[in-house]
């Protein structure tokens, strides 16, 4: 009686024979299949959580990029890499990259100006809305805290070339930034003057104004002021005139 065994045997080496050839079209095919050496193409890693073209989403968890002014983009990314900003993803990201690569991410996404989608309601009963609309185009001179539209642009839509825009965010995302500048957890190039603000709002301010910013729409034109024509409140890195 014939032994089963080398009948087997032929049979997966037939099968082996048959994944092999498969494997090595397959490896051919994937060599001619050149990825482009393009900004968009390097940049996919960074829309898998800032969105499609850095336009974000809903969440208040990862914040729009497109539009924003380079040289803010720019500051951010360095502030990643040289841990003045702490989130693990973004610091192993941007570890090795030079200067000049981060200047044109952060260019690449400031040239982006995708549709913005229209404001949450903040829940916040119209007292709250009132006081944070008065903090952010008035400001209160008795705690010291300048108007927000003083450095971030009469539209809020931000200051080139480094101050970003107020509107367009989601109130948590606002919030954990602010939040993050209070407890000090986040820098900026000194003279800090964001750290210096936020320290002078209390609690109730900080809820007032993220409430009334997250619930404006934005304008049709949301670029930022081309540049600063007025001096600024108080001393802010390098921005002051």
């Known amino acids: 009686m014939s032994k ?13 024979a048959t994944a092999g050839l498969a494997f090595s079209t397959h490896a051919a095919v994937a060599q001619q299949a050149v990825v482009p050496d393009t900004i968009t193409q390097r940049v996919m890693a960074c829309t898998v959580c800032h969105g499609k073209e850095g336009r974000a989403g809903s969440d208040g968890y990862y914040p729009r990029i ?11 990314l360095v502030n990643f890499r040289d841990g003045k900003r702490t989130y693990p993803v973004m610091t192993a990201m941007l570890d090795n990259m030079p200067d000049a690569y981060l ?4 260019q690449y996404f400031s040239d982006q100006h995708p549709p913005y989608p229209p404001p ?25 805290i300048p108007a927000c539209i003083a450095c971030h642009g009469a539209k809020l839509t931000g200051t080139a070339p480094a101050i970003p825009g ?23 190039a000194q003279p800090d003057c964001m750290a210096h603000i936020v320290q002078k709002m209390s609690t109730a301010d900080i809820s007032a104004a993220t409430a009334w910013l997250s619930e404006q729409h934005v304008p ?12 600024l409140p108080l001393e802010c890195g390098k921005l002051s005139p």
């Open 4 to 16: 089963p065994f080398p009948h087997r045997l032929v049979h997966l080496v037939r099968l082996f």
């Open 66 to 76: 497109a539009g924003k002014p380079a040289g803010y983009l720019y500051n951010q």
């Open 103 to 106: 200047r044109e991410i952060a």
């Open 120 to 144: 949450q309601p903040s829940q916040s009963n119209p007292a709250e809305l009132e006081r944070g609309r008065i903090l952010v185009h008035e400001g209160d001179k008795a705690k010291g």
């Open 166 to 188: 107020l509107i367009g965010l989601p109130r948590d995302y606002l919030l954990g930034q602010i939040g993050a500048w209070k407890i000090g957890t986040r820098h900026a």
């Open 220 to 231: 049709a034109d949301a670029s930022p002021t081309p540049t600063l024509t007025v001096k």
